[in-house]
Nanobody, 120 residues
Framework: VQLVESGGGLVQPGGSLRLSCAASGSIFSINTMAWYRQAPGEQREWVAAVTRSGTTNYADFVKGRFAFSRDNAKNTMYLQMNSLKPEDTAVYYC???????????????WGQGTLVTVSS
């Protein structure tokens, strides 16, 4: 099982980006999916999460600006980021709780990260 992010890049303050994270491999089901980020010199922090049924939760610092969605048929999650600020600059990581075929356990998987830089 692997998670692969895409969509990062350089954007000006006030701009938008859409991150994607696709899960692949021997996947039976995906439970909660989440995004985290890690700014230079900082610890990784939670950004948002969505349950399998679609219930979303956001960190206060992105509420009203970011939107998290998932496509269960494609095993893919998306993070639409609007009104970006310089302090949103970070490596963004996706995270998912995945049950593999022929397994009763749910394990946590991480993507490799995608860099988002907000700068003029």
């Amino acid at each position: 099982v692997q998670l692969v992010e895409s969509g990062g890049g350089l954007v000006q303050p006030g701009g938008s980006l859409r991150l994607s994270c696709a899960a692949s491999g021997s996947i039976f089901s995906i439970n909660t999916m989440a995004w985290y980020r890690q700014a230079p010199g900082e610890q990784r922090e939670w950004v948002a999460a969505v349950t399998r049924s679609g219930t979303t939760n956001y960190a206060d610092f992105v509420k009203g600006r970011f939107a998290f969605s998932r496509d269960n048929a494609k095993n893919t999650m998306y993070l639409q980021m609007n009104s970006l600020k310089p302090e949103d600059t970070a490596v963004y990581y996706c995270n998912a709780g995945i049950r593999r075929y022929n397994s009763d356990s749910i394990n946590t998987y991480w993507g490799q990260g995608t860099l988002v830089t907000v700068s003029s």
